[in-house]
């Protein structure tokens, strides 16, 4: 078995118990998961199964987020789940106020990472330094936010605001709930976070748990083919015998109007076999030996 499954994260679910769940489901060890996802958080997890794990990689790198950050509170995790650093009544604090901070958020940010996040810094997670007390400095990196829609104000002593957010990826939205805080005066933190959109799967056709057991029961779940999640690359159709080269691993010429400095699909025949790279116009074999059973 091989593709990808769009699926769709309950709460109280890390990405690797995901993974280990349908490990048991499937009775397929070799399984991956795009773009990791807090426990608390739900929507999509790109998961690819046997050796389409090799292409996650080459997935589009985009998010789109719909989250709710609650002004007033700060947490030690910058979300709900962690212990409360302060909090206090912001009742006055008006949607206009808010709305003209929210515009500092738009673009490329230099943002610096909760101190709870799986990010790896001198070969140690973050949160497992956090977790031990030890303190260590948190190194910015750059992320962009394409899109920052205000979809719902709810006032009261700890008002609450509903985003829509396209970012870039590695881009931490518990970062903008907890940055929004501090720029507002108020703290901030996230009190939920749904992730609509991910390496081009959408939460509009994705898969809880429940849905793909009864696919499963019902001997009716097919993985979504890797060709349906390459879309954004562009593709070259090679002659059979270069084909059969490339797939030993060889280097082969391709086309100059075709080929890109960027990773391309190889076809054969209609049959997708991997993904290839342009080197001097030669198309360099990066997985020679992917080579898909028909879907």
């Not at 794990?53 to 509170?73: C, E, F, H």
């Not at 985003?163 to 931490?172: E, F, K, P």
Request: net charge neutral; glycine share 8%; charged share 20%.
């Amino acid at each position: 078995m091989q593709g990808f499954i769009n699926l769709n994260k309950q709460t109280n679910f890390t990405s690797h118990d995901c993974v280990a769940k349908l490990r048991g489901l499937l009775r397929l060890k070799r399984i991956g998961h795009g773009g990791t996802l807090d426990p608390a958080a739900t929507g999509v997890l790109p998961i690819a199964l046997g050796k389409a794990t090799r292409l996650l990689q080459y997935l589009q790198s985009d998010k789109a987020y719909k989250a709710t950050i609650r002004l007033g509170v700060a947490t030690a995790t910058d979300d709900l789940e962690g212990e409360i650093i302060s909090q206090a009544s912001v009742s006055n604090l008006s949607l206009e106020q808010v709305s003209l901070t929210l515009k500092q958020f738009f673009g490329k940010l230099s943002q610096i990472p909760p101190k709870y996040s799986a990010i790896q810094v001198q070969g140690k997670r973050l949160y497992d330094l956090a977790r031990r007390g030890e303190t260590i400095e948190v190194p910015a990196r750059n992320v962009e936010v394409y899109n920052l829609e205000i979809l719902e104000w709810r006032s009261g002593d700890y008002p609450e605001i509903d985003l829509a957010i396209a970012c870039s990826a590695g881009t931490y939205i518990r970062a903008i709930a907890r940055d929004l805080g501090i720029a507002l005066a108020t703290g901030g933190t996230l009190a939920n976070l749904i992730r609509t959109q991910s390496s081009g799967f959408s939460l509009s056709n994705s898969l809880t748990f429940d849905e793909l057991i009864e696919q499963l029961q019902q001997k009716t779940f097919i993985p979504i083919a890797p060709p349906a999640a390459l879309q954004h690359l562009p593709l070259i159709t090679l002659p059979a015998a270069i084909a059969q080269k490339w797939c030993q691993g060889q280097k082969v010429v391709g086309d100059e109007g075709v080929l890109t400095n960027s990773p391309v699909q190889v076809y054969r025949d209609g049959e997708f076999l991997g993904i290839g790279h342009q080197e001097d116009l030669e198309v360099r074999s990066l997985i020679p030996d992917l080579v898909y059973e028909p879907m």
